[in-house]
């Protein structure tokens, strides 16, 4: 089954719950291959194979390149395509940090609040 | 609560400025002085630094906010080693302005942090000033400053695949 997700996570989850998927990076770890050559090798259609990589593709775990009328998969992210995920995962870490951040400032409004009552 | 809270103003935003720059923003609902004591007060610092949502907690945690202060946090990730970071304040004006050093790495950033009112609530700028364009590649490259549980686990699943580990995000 193909499916899409939404964040980088949910992706990577996606791509790695499928068995056939699981069976390119293997190979992929082994040697480049063409979408033709992992057809093949996993007796699917070249449609349904496209499909697959286009997953594993989305989720950062495989980068294509068409060479004249072959695609070649590789394991890996391209230079630009690793800035990008990296950036995304430090600004999840600095938003998870933030929305803790924001609770903490919400306590000591409430505090700051009450006390300015009491002294009243 | 905020009716507005969802609007995407309120969203954490990183950018890499130039080659050596990366700035985070994020506006918080409450005056600068507040957000300021939030960020040089240990005992507050310990409540948000290592939120669990990310694998991360906190083992220790100390900070001697004023210029030429230390401070340190140590940091546990399920299934890897304590990581610690230290450096030093350099610059520390009340409700306005932050500045450290990241002394982890050689090449570690300067941090500047920004705290601008904005009628009730606050502008955060967070500034990371690396001392070339290399460290700061060499830190993304390296994932430094923090890597979620969960490309932790998916890292160890692609080792476990046998992919060899530069290669993989």
Known sequence: ?120 | MDARGSEPTNRTKVERKSERELVITRTFNGPARIVFEAWTKPELLKLWWAPKSTGMSLISCEADVRAGGRYRFEVGREGSKAMAFFGRYVEVIPHSRLVWTNEESDDGAVTTVTFEDKGGKTLLVMHELYPSKEALDASIAGMEGGMPETFAQLDALLVTLGASVGRVP
């Not at chain 1, 951040?101 to 409430?110: P, Q, S, T």
Request: aromatic fraction near 6%; include cysteine; hydrophobic fraction near 40%.
């Open chain 1, 1 to 120: 089954m193909v499916q899409y997700a939404r964040t980088p996570f949910d992706a990577s989850f996606a791509a790695l719950s499928d068995a056939t998927r699981r069976g390119v990076l293997e190979q992929l770890v082994r040697a480049d291959a063409s979408i033709t050559d992992l057809a093949d090798k996993f007796h699917m259609t070249l449609t349904g194979m496209k499909k697959h990589v286009v997953v594993l593709e989305q989720a950062g775990l495989v980068t294509t390149e068409k060479l004249g009328r072959v695609r070649t998969c590789k394991l890996g992210l391209s230079r630009l395509e690793e800035e990008a995920a990296w950036i995304e995962r430090y600004r999840q870490l600095w938003d998870a940090r933030f929305d803790e951040l924001e609770k903490v400032i919400e306590d000591l409004k409430h505090k700051e609040t009450i006390n300015g009552r009491k002294r009243k």
